[in-house]
Nanobody, 123 residues
């Protein structure tokens, strides 16, 4: 079973930047798509971004377009989320995910979840 190791969360001021990393334990030949979700207490987990492994096709939730960039390093079996111009409303636990396609990530059809990493943005 594939496992995901997340890192890069922390506390930053509004307008600052963070880069999240998520390393998968399997070779990329077995990975179709990866993505990121976020969740705050008492609310539903929200799709943030996704990327296809072979072609690099990406998708984002409207609220992060132009600020966040998802990318992947095939040799390292790793997906990244570069977060710029952070806002207090970006504060959440961010979860990495593996799915069969970008569309599956967007719809919440997830095969494997990461443990989550806390991102806190102060005003």
């Amino acid at each position: 079973q594939v496992q995901l190791a997340e890192s890069g969360g922390g506390l930053v001021q509004a307008g600052g930047s963070l880069r999240l990393s998520c390393a998968a334990s399997e070779r990329t030949v077995t990975v179709s798509a990866m993505g990121w979700f976020r969740q705050v207490p008492g609310k539903e987990r929200e799709f943030v971004a996704a990327i296809s492994w072979s072609g690099g096709m990406t998708a984002y939730v409207d609220s992060v377009k132009g600020r966040f960039t998802i990318s992947r390093d095939i040799a390292k079996n790793t997906v990244y989320l570069q977060m710029n111009s952070l806002k207090p409303e970006d504060t959440a636990v961010y979860y990495c995910a593996v799915a069969r396609s970008v569309a599956a990530v967007q719809s919440g059809s997830i095969r494997v979840w990461g443990q989550g990493t806390q991102v806190t943005v102060s005003s």
